[in-house]
Structures are given as structure tokens and as C-alpha cells.
């Protein structure tokens, strides 16, 4: 009797590790592990709009963007530079615009967004 509930124990503290343990979106060491989940994405005559997770803190300038063109494509991608430093206990999101002349994007070029799109919150 002494063996099971030994076993179901463990059994129950290697869920619990596994429950509380972040989801990896790309392989550790992987130049996609920086990029940051987004929740939106959309684009209009103004510039980009991308939903970030957020504690209530979360600036545009708490993010970098890389461009990259190659032919006709371009790419682009975001990342964070800082975390967000409030504390919160339910988890959030804000909105943040980027103006095409801000990103150095035309407003009529097709732009493949790099970032993961993630379920909100």
C-alpha cells in the first residue's frame, strides 16, 4: 500500500511540474524563441496592430522589430526588449500601432509577419 501511494505522489507532482512549466514555441537556442506570441495581428491605411500580452505595463517601446527584404517579400518580425514589470492577476492584453513609416515599410507592400499567432488570453 506504501508503494502506491508513493506512485501516485510522484505521478501527481510530475503533472503538477508539467502544468506550471511554459510552452516553447520554437527549439531553445532557436532565433524564433525570441520572437513574441501575438494574439492580433491586422494591418490598414494607418499601419500594423499587433495584441501582445501584457500586465498592464507593456509599451511599443518595450519592442524591437527586424525587417528583411528579399526580392519582392518582405518580413518582419517582433520581439520583446523588456519584460513587462506590473504585477497582475489576470492575464491581459494591449493593443500596439506601428505606422508603416515607423517600421520603414511601404503601406502598399505585402509583408509576411514572422511572430506566432497564439490564442488571446
Not at 7 to 14: F, I, K, M, N
Not at 79 to 98: I, N
Amino acid at each position: 500500500m506504501n508503494r502506491r501511494l508513493l506512485l501516485a505522489a510522484g505521478l501527481s507532482l510530475l503533472v503538477s511540474g508539467c502544468a506550471s512549466v511554459p510552452v516553447i514555441l520554437a527549439p531553445q537556442g532557436s532565433a524564433l524563441a525570441e520572437l513574441e506570441p501575438l494574439y492580433l495581428a491586422r494591418a490598414d491605411r494607418q499601419g500594423l496592430t499587433i495584441r501582445v500580452a501584457s500586465n498592464g505595463c507593456t509599451r511599443k517601446e518595450d519592442f524591437a522589430f527586424f525587417v528583411e527584404r528579399k526580392g519582392e517579400a518582405t518580413s518582419l518580425a517582433f520581439g520583446r526588449k523588456v519584460l513587462d514589470p506590473c504585477r497582475s492577476f489576470a492575464r491581459g492584453s494591449t493593443e500596439l500601432t506601428f505606422s508603416y513609416g515607423e517600421l520603414g515599410l511601404n503601406d502598399q507592400a505585402a509583408v509576411f509577419l514572422l511572430n506566432p499567432l497564439v490564442a488571446g488570453p
